[in-house]
């Protein structure tokens, strides 16, 4: 997915905030929104994808720190309280009539967590957003098909997306595995560091391995630029029978990658997302790329 014109007051507001995380000096700040906004400039033709120029923005800021992980605290932090909040969405979703379905609402519920957009990062209301959201109606709502694919699939290949978020894609993994015990799934993180996206660090400290293998794509942009990933994860990617895809930035790079059988479960965070799927600003969808 190429960039609207409305995402570049978004790229230079990222640039912005993680500046401020860093505490850098105004000058500084200066010389990092200068170089952002000549990245991003309309004079330019944006003919990357979103997770490409975010990933660029970074490369900026990194120059004027030796922090390569500044939301590494926090997302450590988020990993525990939402491992927390799991234990009780675990029984919800037991109790539901469809486990399957329930726990997929949960995990795209949680996407929310999202240091990288313009969405609230106000503790108590992500927990509320989980708690109670994971009951709002999919605006395209593919789990059916999704699960037909599920149990008629020797591999799957996973792409995770944020810290927190990873805890629910782990209960949605055993609901999963329910369906078809035999599947062999896999885990696909970042390859280093960026904004508060998973790393092999956030999957151990959740755990995933009980319930994948768990592999890192090569790659330090905020979603799956397969072009520039691993040999190691292009072969899983080309290879898997179905691909779940997790988070808006991996749906911003994958929208028109030359395989189908995706399925994109996200919340919809901004109206140049919203055109491209016809789904509004902050609604959840689970739909299947052919």
Not at 202 to 230: F, K, L, W, Y
Not at 268 to 283: E, I, L, N, R, W
Request: proline share 3%.
């Amino acid at each position: 997915m190429k960039p609207e014109l409305e995402c570049i007051p978004c790229y230079l507001q990222q640039a912005l905030k993680i500046s401020s995380v860093l505490d850098l000096d105004d000058t500084a700040k200066k010389e990092i929104m200068a170089e952002s906004l000549d990245l991003v400039s309309p004079n330019n033709e944006l003919n990357k994808t979103t997770p490409y120029y975010i990933r660029e923005i970074w490369k900026i800021i990194k120059k004027h720190t030796d922090n390569k992980d500044p939301y590494k605290s926090t997302k450590q932090h988020y990993n525990q309280m939402m491992q927390e909040r799991a234990i009780v969405l675990e029984e919800v979703i037991q109790t539901e009539s469809n486990p399957f379905r329930s726990a997929l609402k949960i995990a795209i519920a949680a996407n929310v967590i999202d240091f990288g957009s313009k969405q609230n990062t106000d503790e108590i209301a992500i927990v509320r957003e989980i708690d109670y959201k994971h009951s709002k109606p999919l605006y395209i709502d593919h789990h059916k098909e999704l699960k037909n694919q599920i149990k008629n699939s020797k591999t799957l290949l996973y792409l995770g997306d944020n810290c927190g978020e990873i805890v629910f894609d782990k209960l949605f993994i055993q609901q999963i595995q329910k369906l078809n015990p035999d599947l062999a799934i896999t885990f696909a993180v970042r390859g280093a560091p960026i904004i508060n996206d998973v790393t092999v660090e956030d999957a151990e400290q959740v755990n995933m391995h009980e319930v994948a293998r768990v592999i890192d794509n090569g790659s330090d942009a905020p979603g799956t630029e397969v072009h520039e990933a691993s040999e190691t994860f292009r072969k899983e990617f080309y290879s898997a029978d179905v691909i779940i895809s997790k988070g808006q930035g991996n749906f911003e790079s994958l929208s028109h990658i030359d395989r189908g059988n995706i399925f994109f479960l996200f919340r919809v965070k901004c109206d140049a997302v919203s055109k491209q799927t016809q789904a509004s600003d902050g609604s959840h969808v689970c739909f299947q790329k052919t």
